[in-house]
């Protein structure tokens, strides 16, 4: 069973950064596709950036294009998600995802296991 948590999320100012990271565990699979969600009050959690462990493809969403990138340390097992230029929209709990396999599409129905989250909040 795959186990993910995160950390590194907390309150920073507009245009601040923060880097979130994501450890994973009981990984078994030679490749994963992991990635970064987030959930702000009152709205459905969307998908902010995916990376493929093997061939190190990603993708962003466009909002946060530019301003946010995905990495992984295949040695240590940890997925990143730097966050840099925040803005107040970005200001949401974000989780860390996998799903065993290549990576397809950036929707929550399509990754299988998921942390518990870590609060990002961005004030002006």
């Known amino acids: 069973q795959v186990r993910l948590v995160e950390s590194g999320g907390g309150s920073v100012e507009v245009g601040g950064s923060l880097r979130l990271s994501c450890a994973a565990s009981?990984?078994?699979?030679?490749?994963?596709?992991m990635g970064w969600f987030r959930q702000a009050p009152g709205k459905d959690r969307e998908g902010v950036a995916m990376?493929?462990?093997?061939?190190?493809?990603?993708r962003y969403i466009a909002s946060v294009k530019g301003r946010f990138t995905i990495s992984q340390d295949s040695a240590k097992s940890t997925l990143y998600l730097q966050m840099d230029t925040l803005k107040a929209e970005d200001t949401a709990m974000y989780y860390c995802?996998?799903?065993?396999?290549?990576?397809?599409?950036?929707?929550?129905?399509?990754?299988?296991?998921w942390g518990q989250g870590t609060q990002v909040t961005v004030s002006s």
């Open positions: 990376i493929d462990t093997i061939g190190g493809f990603t």
């Open positions: 009981g990984v078994t699979y030679s490749r994963y596709c």
């Open positions: 995802a996998a799903v065993n396999g290549y990576c397809y599409t950036l929707a929550v129905r399509d990754f299988r296991y």
